[in-house]
């Protein structure tokens, strides 16, 4: 298992910027495909971004095609998620966790607690 960390959530503008941060320990996080998820109330977790672990090949979701954008540090054991041109569909408590080797759902591993991450004007 890895454990996870989300961060950098926060309010924003519609338009605005924000940059999540998912910071993981344990098992040498180079290993695994990672991904970004979003909540909103009463919702299950959607998978918006994914990024293989050796590659880097990227997989996102049509809603944020060309406005976010995955990236990792392996050395720092670390994922980000740019969130740009943001709009209010865009609310929601966002997670990273693994993801499969066809980049398109969750494993079995423990949630973090995930960042809030709300846009509104």
């Known amino acids: 298992q890895v454990q996870l960390v989300e961060s950098g959530g926060g309010w924003a503008q519609p338009g605005g910027s924000l940059n999540l941060t998912c910071k993981a320990t344990?098992?040498?996080?180079?290993?695994?495909?990672m991904g970004w998820f979003r909540q909103t109330p009463g919702k299950d977790r959607d998978l918006v971004a994914a990024?293989?672990?050796?590659?880097?090949?990227?997989r996102y979701v049509d809603s944020v095609k060309g406005r976010f954008t995955i990236s990792r540090d392996n050395p720092q054991n670390t994922m980000y998620l740019q969130m740009n041109r943001l709009q209010s569909a865009d609310t929601g408590v966002y997670y990273c966790?693994?993801?499969?080797?066809?980049?398109?759902?969750?494993?079995?591993?423990?949630w973090g607690q995930g960042t809030q991450v709300t846009v509104s004007s």
């Open positions: 344990g098992r040498p996080f180079s290993w695994y495909n």
């Open positions: 966790n693994r993801v499969t080797s066809e980049l398109d759902a969750a494993l079995n591993n423990p």
């Open positions: 990024i293989s672990w050796g590659s880097g090949a990227t």
